[in-house]
């Protein structure tokens, strides 16, 4: 896995839910069939009310209308992101709309699990409040070593706390690839 990603940062607010990442009314698409799994990532985040939309701004969509991927490779959460339902779909459909990390303040955990446990993305979590100093739009630079993000439009550093043991999991795609390349569980 790369240990620099860089992208455009989509800036949401606190308690954003899994029902808002991925409404219910879209899962019944099937995950494994590469035709139907790409529009989970065509309605990812179309569940956050107007006005909510690429904060503070408001109304910026995160896909646009009949694309399959979004300009925003970084989402940046407050606090309880990915709270309610246990819904496994919301890092799949993230990942699918080309977010390769969120880094939120905390998580709820079944959402920080399924994104490690599927090895959809990676969740960062900051020291500070992001969503009060990075915008929808500016270009940010993860260095996971270093345990910092730069955000080159305002030139501006902040921390972020390391991944720790999660980091391999998600490097080998999820936790059954990580068993198989350890020998925990036998290779197909």
């Keep these: 896995m790369e240990m620099v ?3 455009r940062a989509y800036v949401m607010g606190d308690n954003i839910d899994t029902d808002q990442i991925i409404p219910a009314q879209f899962l019944s ?8 799994r790409k529009y989970f990532g065509r309605y990812a985040n179309s569940g956050v009310p107007d006005g909510q939309m690429g904060l503070p701004d408001g109304n910026i969509r ?3 209308d009949n694309a399959f991927r979004s300009e925003y490779a970084i989402v940046i959460g407050g606090k309880n992101f990915g709270c309610g339902s246990s819904r496994e ?3 799949l459909a993230l990942a699918e709309a080309g977010v390769r990390a969120v880094i939120a303040e905390f998580y709820a955990r079944i959402f920080f699990r399924n994104s ?3 090895g959809y ?3 960062l979590e900051s020291v500070e409040r992001l969503v009060e100093v990075i915008q929808t ?3 940010l630079r993860i260095d996971l070593n270093a345990g910092v ?6 030139k501006s550093t902040h921390k972020i706390n390391p991944l720790g043991d999660v980091l391999p999991i998600v490097e080998a795609g999820g936790v059954f690839a990580y068993a198989r390349q350890t020998g925990m569980i036998a290779a197909k």
Excluded: K, M, Q, W
């Design 137 to 139: 739009g500016d270009e």
């Design 5 to 7: 990603i860089t992208g």
């Design 29 to 36: 698409y099937n995950p494994s069939d590469p035709e139907e």
């Design 149 to 154: 993000v730069e955000n080159l439009t305002r």
């Design 89 to 91: 779909h919301a890092p």
């Design 121 to 123: 993305l990676l969740p």
């Design 62 to 64: 995160f896909v646009p």
């Design 116 to 118: 490690v446990n599927g």
